[in-house]
């Protein structure tokens, strides 16, 4: 009997609880109401690294500009979801999202093959993705009126590839291994079609998604012996990957995607990868305008380097905010598909470059890099050379 | 088809799987032996096999911290971090058991497979949890000791790195000590002996529950010192890295015959073997038709078309007679 009051104000307590708590926050919301802005990118696993930058990138930038829509009366926040870098879970999350009518945009995500079926879900209730990071076609090419980028494209960054690999390595054969994701297999395929037309000779084409043991794959290649190894893949594959062939005494140069661009292929593979080249839709924070400012901040507040996306995460939620300032013009309270239309509107000169959106989502002018590895510190990454720096618009859009 | 090429790289990929296959052979020992003295699968060994891989990195990086990387001969480098990694391993595998396997012996048999899948998971997060607090990172680089890297090659297509044959060569060692214990004194006896029949053993005075303990040590052990030689070998772990190569060492128990410790080895070799050929030979022979992705599609075929010819395994099942 002694017991039971005690239980009775517990339980009593707990009603209260749930219904005070969102009657408050909704008491709160009143002032004008809360957006959010959400990013998505794999925050734990092997490719954290780069996903974490995604969201510090994207928190920098609400921070420091969100004092415009704070004067209109409205609370800004970030909310940063993990995907994990999986499909599945990239989806679970954007049904999360759309759900939460609070939240106006989304940046993310770090994987072509996790953005795409993601946006399938954000394009139901016409949410706002800006991607700072996925370069397969198809994430555009879509011509879905949500969903943009900020990085290049890879049917651009395979060709690059292979033009630096016939123009400037001089390479008469290649072998090529793929991650089998869209992105990796995606890429390794555009530039494995015009390395053929260049008349590099491709010796192998293998899909793998191995991660710690290569011997058996790296046999066949070793006794091919071609004159470059390219690997469509994310560095936390390509790494031990490379390391690998450099120990069993493989002398093909190595080429990647963008997908090696992070300080952490350095960390894994050590000596075997300096003085590899890879292609990137998105430069190191040193070749960019307007850069030094930012790197500083980051620096300062998160006490590292930026890793590479995390200047396009910045612009990308700078557009973000831009475009849901414009669309709560007037006083009304902004909606979905104003963000996104207004979205293709801004023009905005960031830290990334000149920034406009063409009719399907892509950058007018995108920026394309061959960079060459310079150490094993990997604090030294974002010091990697810049051998070649393009600026080329994308492929004419299929008429539809 | 360039036959010549097939040929050229026979050797290497015989000596890739072999070093795979010894991998899973000391692997498969852990699950093999449980299941000879419970009749239940650990699946919780995939764990204690990576923690065995995370003790010997974490050892590496201090002694490379302090410097002492290329000082200290590597040979009693290794002999260290693989003592190191199996007692942590073993350890680990006995407190599993008093914890969560114990407590069910009398329960349902699908009860402790249950707790094991839970405590698999439970150390999976703990690793990351750990590891991300201590060294903020998620994957775990072997540092290189140079002297292990040392190459002999003896044909083009033919290129031995000392590391293989020291992996090798710790692995046999490792399963001529194990056969010896089992066959040899009165301590194997006693396990071989719980393993036929825990009643009758305990009735001749042997203490069933230490046995029990010891089996888990030893396959901890075992589990422990695969850890650190796949460290040692392929250079990249993460906590999640554990549970492929236990699922394949499970399967190479099953494919020698699970209880049976003579099976556990030649099953993993088996696979081994297995894998390597079809991860190097499938795409040469089929044009690029099938790549080396096809390569577990290829091993379990094999697999399964000798289990229906052989259901009991390559040696058969340890057959237990009980009253």
Not at chain 1, 82 to 99: E, L, M, R, S, T
């Amino acid at each position: 009997m002694s017991r039971y009051p005690a239980r009775l104000t517990l339980a009593v307590l707990a009603v209260l609880a749930l219904v005070a708590l969102p009657a408050a926050s909704r008491l709160a919301a009143q002032g004008k109401g809360t957006i959010k802005i959400a990013t998505q990118s794999p925050l734990s696993g092997g490719q954290a690294a780069l996903g974490e930058g995604i969201k510090l990138g994207a928190q920098l930038a609400i921070e420091k500009f969100k004092g415009n829509l704070e004067k209109l009366g409205y609370k800004v926040e970030l909310v940063p979801f993990d995907d994990q870098a999986k499909p599945d879970v990239g989806v679970a999350n954007a049904k999360n999202i759309i759900a939460d009518k609070a939240i106006l945009a989304v940046i993310g995500h770090l994987n072509s093959g996790v953005a795409i079926p993601s946006s399938e879900v954000y394009k139901e209730v016409q949410l706002a993705m800006i991607s700072p990071a996925n370069t397969n076609p198809t994430v555009t090419d879509r011509g879905y009126a949500n969903v943009n980028r900020v990085c290049g494209r890879d049917d651009v960054q395979g060709v690059v590839g292979s033009e630096f690999a016939h123009g400037t390595m001089k390479v008469k054969s290649v072998y090529i291994i793929h991650d089998k994701t869209q992105y990796g297999q995606g890429v390794a395929e555009f530039f494995k079609a015009d390395a053929e037309k260049k008349g590099i000779k491709v010796l192998g084409f293998e899909g793998t998604e191995e991660k710690s043991n290569f011997d058996p794959i790296l046999t066949p290649v070793k006794a091919k012996n071609p004159g470059l190894i390219y690997f469509g893949g994310i560095y936390d594959q390509g790494a031990p990957f490379f390391k690998q062939a450099y120990e069993k005494g493989i002398k093909a140069k190595f080429l990647g995607p963008d997908g090696m661009d992070s300080s952490d292929l350095v960390k894994i593979a050590g000596k075997a990868v300096v003085g590899m080249y890879y292609t990137s839709a998105a430069g190191p924070a040193s070749a960019l305008p307007k850069a030094k400012q930012f790197v500083e901040d980051f620096k300062k507040k998160f006490g590292k380097n930026p890793e590479p996306y995390a200047a396009e995460a910045y612009d990308a939620a700078v557009i973000a905010l831009r475009a849901i300032e414009a669309a709560a013009k007037g006083g009304k309270a902004p909606t979905r598909e104003d963000v996104s239309a207004a979205i293709r509107k801004v023009k905005y000169n960031g830290i990334t470059g000149e920034i406009e959106f063409d009719g399907k989502g892509d950058r007018k002018k995108a920026l394309y890099f061959v960079l060459q590895v310079v150490s094993d510190n990997s604090e030294k990454w974002g010091d990697n050379k810049i051998v070649k720096q393009l600026t080329i618009a994308p492929p004419a859009m299929a008429k539809k | 088809m360039d036959v010549q090429l097939l040929v050229g790289i026979f050797p290497q990929v015989l000596l890739d799987g072999l070093i795979l296959g010894f991998m899973y052979a000391l692997i498969a020992l852990g699950y093999t032996m449980v299941y000879g003295v419970l009749e239940f699968i650990n699946f919780a060994h995939s764990e204690i096999f990576i923690i065995g891989a995370f003790v010997g990195v974490e050892i590496l990086l201090e002694v490379k911290a302090a410097g002492l990387l290329d000082v200290l001969p590597w040979p009693l480098l290794l002999l260290g971090v693989l003592a190191a990694g199996m007692a942590a391993s073993g350890l680990l595998a006995v407190a599993v058991e008093r914890v969560a396997y114990r407590p069910l012996r009398n329960a349902p048999r699908l009860i402790p497979l249950i707790s094991a899948i839970g405590v698999s998971f439970f150390l999976q997060d703990l690793i990351r949890l750990v590891e991300s607090l201590w060294r903020n990172a998620f994957n775990l680089v072997y540092p290189t000791i140079d002297a292990l890297n040392v190459r002999f090659e003896l044909a083009q297509t033919i290129d031995v790195p000392l590391k293989s044959l020291v992996v090798i060569g710790a692995a046999l060692a490792m399963l001529g000590v194990l056969w010896a214990l089992v066959n040899r004194t009165r301590v194997g006896t006693a396990i071989r002996a719980v393993a036929e029949d825990q009643a009758a053993a305990s009735l001749m005075g042997i203490n069933v529950n230490g046995i029990i303990s010891l089996t888990f040590l030893i396959g901890g052990a075992m589990g422990g010192a695969a850890g650190v030689l796949f460290g040692v070998q392929y250079g990249l772990i993460n906590p999640y890295t554990g549970f492929v190569p236990g699922l394949k060492a499970f399967t190479a128990a099953v494919l020698g015959g699970i209880g049976n410790i003579p099976g556990a080895m030649l099953g993993g070799i088996v696979l081994g073997l297995l894998e390597a050929f079809a991860a190097s030979y499938l795409s040469l022979l089929t044009g690029g038709a099938f790549g080396a992705e096809y390569k577990d599609i290829f091993a379990f075929s094999v697999l399964i078309l000798i289990l229906i010819f052989r259901p009991k395994g390559l040696l058969g099942e340890v057959v237990r007679g009980r009253a």
